[in-house]
C-alpha cells in the first residue's frame, strides 16, 4: 500500500513539472531525527530502503531486504574514540541480545575522523533488532556504550490500529447497508436470480 501511495506522489509531482534533482535537493538523511544515547553523550540514527521508498525510518522498516544504515555523531570527542558497531538480533521488542553471541552483522572496528558511517545492511528475516556501539578511547579509559531497538518487516502499532479501523469501519458499513436493503430504504432491489422468469 505504501508503495502504490508513493508511486502516485511521484507519478503527480513528475506531472506537475517537478524534477527528480528537486526530489533530491529537499532530502535529508535526519528526518526525522532519531537520536541514540551513547552513554551521557548521544548520535543521530536513521535506517533507509533506497532501492523500495525514500523514506527514512526511527524504529520500523517496512520490509525486508537491503536496507542503510546510517550513524552520525557531531561530538568531537565520539569523532576521535574507535567505533564497534553492530546490529543484533532480539527475540522481543525489548529484549537485550548480546553483542557477541547475536550479531548478524559487524563493521571493522575503527575511527569515523567525520563523525558518521552508512553501511549496507541486508536483513533476510522479518523481526527485532538492535544496532548496538560501543566506543572508546585509544587508551581504553573512555567509553560510551548504546542501544537502538528496530524492527524490520514487521506490522507497527499504527498499522495494526489502521487495519482495525478499517475492518470496522467496512463491518458497520456493510451491516448498516445489509439492514437498509432488507427494509427496502436503499431504494433498489437485488434481483432474485433463483426465481424462474
Known amino acids: 500500500m505504501k508503495q502504490i ?6 507519478s503527480l509531482l513528475a506531472a506537475t513539472g517537478v524534477s527528480s534533482r528537486a526530489l533530491a535537493a529537499g532530502w535529508h538523511y535526519y528526518d526525522p531525527e ?6 551521557e553523550k548521544s548520535m543521530k540514527f536513521v535506517a533507509m530502503q533506497p532501492k523500495k521508498n525514500i523514506d ?9 531486504g537491503p536496507s542503510v544504515i546510517v550513524l552520525d555523531a557531531s561530538d568531537n570527542e565520539l569523532r ?6 553492530r546490529v543484533l538480533r ?12 547475536d550479531a548478524v552483522s559487524r563493521l571493522p572496528v575503527q575511527k569515523f575522523r567525520n563523525g558518521m558511517v552508512n553501511f549496507d ?10 544496532l548496538y556501539a560501543k566506543l572508546t578511547s585509544d587508551d581504553g579509559a573512555k567509553s ?22 478499517f475492518g470496522l469501519f467496512a463491518v458497520v458499513a456493510g451491516g448498516a447497508a445489509f439492514t437498509l436493503w432488507r427494509q427496502g430504504k436503499l431504494g433498489f432491489k437485488i434481483p432474485n436470480f433463483g426465481k424462474p422468469t
Open 5 to 10: 501511495l508513493l508511486g502516485a506522489a511521484v
Open 34 to 39: 532519531c537520536p541514540v544515547a551513547i552513554g
Open 56 to 64: 527514512r525510518e526511527c524504529v520500523a522498516l517496512p520490509d525486508i
Open 80 to 85: 576521535d574514540m574507535n567505533w564497534d558497531i
Open 90 to 101: 532480539a527475540k522481543g521488542p525489548d529484549a537485550q541480545p548480546d553483542p557477541d553471541a
Open 121 to 130: 545492511q541486508k536483513f533476510k528475516d522479518p523481526g527485532y533488532y538492535v
Open 144 to 165: 560510551y556504550e548504546g542501544r537502538h531497538p528496530f524492527s524490520v518487516g514487521m506490522m507497527t502499532d499504527e498499522e495494526f490500529y489502521l487495519y482495525l479501523g
